[in-house]
């Protein structure tokens, strides 16, 4: 056994390096980051149908990620999905006509949500509500309808 | 038994062992053994090997209960005793293990130091020098910061018996010190029992099957044999008695009363039993 | 009639040691409060069990990690979608092999010196002399080392896991171009703090109880010979591995089988 002074720092240096894995994992590997920073501004929008659409759920623009899904709920009231939005203070012109989908990446992936621009002169501020929305594509409707239709076809 | 020289001061008994009675498994290793051993004396408990000499330490020393009997150690009965009051008695004993049962993690200055640290609060300057006197006592002063590895088999013991001594106890058992020695180093050990013990004005038990050494310093001597005791008294008295067990265990005589085979089927019959099995 | 009896005396003699195991973890439990003013003790003993292990956790850590990046690739690029790479290791390591490899390692590396210390003092009546001085053996030498592989295993298991992911990261985004910031943020995605990262620990933490009781218990009571010894070694390995993989499925059931 090595000197005690040696022990000591050897065991410090050996708890700090098991401290910091943990903290690696909590913030890199984990989302914790992400739950302790949903700043930006907010925007909500309202969707007849979310699909699969989850908390914490990219918002993306042309592709690109600016946000993120803060919250869904659902309004009592008219029986639309309600999705709040946070948003990256950089990205602060979208104008007013924007419009949101809720797309899936790839057949099977993730959903996500997509803003399309519009073109009007203002922009959408801190709480507005995104008033143009295209709801979720759901594959058991769409082959539904699709049999459906051929069906009706062929009579 | 013999009480000639014996004073009848009860007080002055140190150890008191009445009718004890200890088996280990179904093999009786005491059977109404009775014990006296008075304070400021080097009493010696002799047998042969396999006699259960060490096994009667740790019963003085509460490791071992008895099967009935009561063990009196400094005026408390050992078996009875809780844990707690268990460790406060032996914080008064010191035992010599017959391998020393040194730690081999630590230096042979905190190996001294040790009991010294666990039991006291006492600053580190006054451990160094209560260590020191401790070392210098076995004359080992010079090997404070040797490993146990490096320590010759003598000197460990040597090492073990300052260790002992380290909380000053008033009592100090000695497992088989002399075995396995040269002549020099068990000259030494015979030497610092007798020493230690009137100096530090302890009392010494000394297990043993070394005759000469043990009687050299023993004021009063116990013989145990299959069991029970045999014989007691001093060495010189002993010596005259003419039991033919006391005879052929001090002369060490090879054949007598202990036979020289172990109980066994007739020689030729056994001989042919494996021939005709074979 | 023979085996019966046979069978009988094994049987018996599994619960017994089971038993005294039990009754021997109560006294290292009420060992520890008698630590709290003396943490150099424990210190001490997380050298040896905690920085020692550490060359060995890193190295199979990162090996394992690299590992998993290479075959998660093989096998997700067929599905087109090697982007979870990320997810994949990072699951695997945080969830499972992170804690479990782990205390597998540990077993090895310092659950049997752990035994073979404690089975070689009690072999050299270094157990019983300090009895003899005063000093319990429990709270001297085993609850110490116990204390200290407790708290070393979640520490070891979670350098693992992140030099495990770190080694799938080198694998997958140096070697075999998958996309760097994709990796995180699948990731990040899909990895949950709570369900992973923390039941992760939970996990390495029970199996760290498991694996220094389990070494300091099978030290303790070793026969005491060389060959006890040596045995009690072989044991704590054996036993550690099969209460390790056995609480795992446990473990597992009830955190993420049962919702």
């Known amino acids: 056994m090595p ?3 040696t022990v000591e720092i050897a065991v410090g240096m050996f708890v700090a390096a098991g401290l910091a894995a943990l903290f690696l994992l909590a913030m890199k590997v984990s989302n914790l980051s992400s739950f302790a920073a949903p700043q930006g501004y907010v925007l909500t929008a309202e969707f007849q149908n979310i699909g699969g ?8 623009v042309a592709g690109v990620q600016v946000g993120r899904v803060i919250g869904i709920g659902f309004d009592n009231t008219d029986y639309e999905a309600v999705v709040r939005m946070a948003i990256d203070p950089r990205y602060d012109k979208f ?40 709801s979720a594509l759901i594959l058991e409707q769409v082959i539904g309808q699709y049999l459906f239709n051929r069906a009706d076809g062929q009579k | 038994m013999d009480k000639k020289n014996a004073k009848d001061d009860r007080t002055d008994l140190v150890v008191q062992v009445r009718g004890l009675r200890f088996l280990r498994g179904r093999k009786v290793i005491f059977e109404d053994v009775d014990l006296d051993i008075r304070r400021g004396q080097v009493t010696a408990i002799m047998g042969p090997s396999g006699t259960g000499k060490t096994t009667l330490l740790r019963l003085l020393g509460g490791q071992l209960r008895p099967d009935a009997g009561t063990i009196v150690v400094d005026g408390e009965e050992v078996p009875r005793l809780s844990t707690k009051q268990l460790y406060r008695l032996r914080q008064r004993m010191g035992m010599l293990f017959q391998s020393g049962a040194l730690f081999t993690d630590l230096d042979v ?39 146990p590895a490096e320590l010759s088999g003598g000197m460990a013991r040597r090492v073990a ?52 050494e043990t009687a050299a310093i023993a004021d009063y001597v116990y013989l145990i044999s299959e069991g029970r005791v045999v014989g007691q008294g001093a060495p010189e008295t002993l010596r005259r008695d003419a039991s033919p067990w006391v005879e052929q265990f001090l002369n060490a005589l090879p054949d007598g009363p202990v036979p020289f085979h172990y109980p066994a089927p007739d020689y030729l019959e056994d001989l042919l039993a494996g021939a005709g099995g074979g | 009639m023979g085996w019966i009896r046979f069978l009988g005396r094994i049987g018996l003699r599994f619960f017994e040691r089971l038993g005294r195991g039990h009754l021997f973890l109560v006294q290292l439990l009420a060992a520890l409060p008698s630590l709290l003013p003396r943490p150099g003790l424990v210190i001490r003993e997380l050298y040896s069990a905690g920085v020692r292990s550490m060359l060995i956790v890193v190295v199979s850590g990162l090996f394992v990690g ?43 590396r310092a659950g049997t010196s752990l035994t073979a210390e404690i089975g070689l003092m009690k072999a050299t009546e270094q157990l019983s002399s300090m009895e003899m001085m005063a000093v319990d053996p429990i709270r001297r030498i085993m609850a110490p080392r116990f204390l200290a592989g407790f708290i070393a295993m979640p520490l070891l ?42 039941n992760g620990v939970i996990k390495s933490a029970v199996f760290g109880l498991v694996a220094a009781w389990i070494a ?19 044991r704590t390995v054996v036993n550690t591995a099969l209460a390790v993989l056995a609480l795992d499925f446990v473990l597992t059931a009830l955190m993420y089988g049962v919702s």
Request: proline share 4%; hydrophobic share 50%; glycine share 10%.
């Open chain 3, 216 to 234: 300091v218990f099978e030290g303790y009571d070793a026969v005491p010979t060389s060959e006890g010894v040596s045995r009690a070694t072989t």
């Open chain 3, 66 to 108: 690299m590992v998993l990046g290479l075959q998660g690739y093989n096998t997700l690029s067929k599905f087109g979608a090697a982007e979870s790479l990320g997810v994949l290791v990072a699951l695997s390591l945080v969830r499972e092999l992170g804690p479990v490899v782990t205390a597998l390692l540990f077993a090895g």
């Open chain 1, 53 to 60: 659409l989850k908390v914490r759920a990219p918002v993306t």
């Open chain 2, 109 to 147: 200055f905190e190996n001294v130091a040790f009991p010294l640290r666990e039991h006291t609060d006492l600053p580190e300057s006054i451990i160094r020098d209560l260590v020191l006197i401790k070392l210098q006592a076995v004359g080992l002063r010079g090997a404070a910061s040797m490993m």
């Open chain 1, 3 to 5: 000197h005690s002074r």
């Open chain 3, 157 to 198: 298991a979670a350098i693992f896991s992140a030099v495990g992911v770190l080694g799938g990261y080198f694998v997958g985004v140096g070697l075999l171009g998958v996309d760097s910031g994709v990796f995180w943020s699948q990731m990040q995605a899909n990895v949950a703090l709570h369900a992973d990262v923390i």
């Open chain 2, 161 to 212: 018996l300052a260790r002992a001594i380290a909380l000053d106890p008033m009592m100090i058992m000695y497992d088989e010190p002399f075995t396995g020695q040269d002549p020099i180093s068990k000259g030494v050990i015979v030497q610092l029992v007798r020493l230690l013990n009137d100096a530090l004005g302890m009392t010494s038990i000394v297990v043993s099957h070394d005759v000469s």
């Open chain 1, 95 to 134: 104008p007013v006509d924007t419009s949101a989908a809720i797309y899936t990446a790839g057949l099977l992936g993730e959903k996500y949500v997509a803003l399309v621009p519009g073109g009007a002169p203002t922009y959408l501020k801190n709480g507005d509500r995104i008033k143009l929305t295209q």
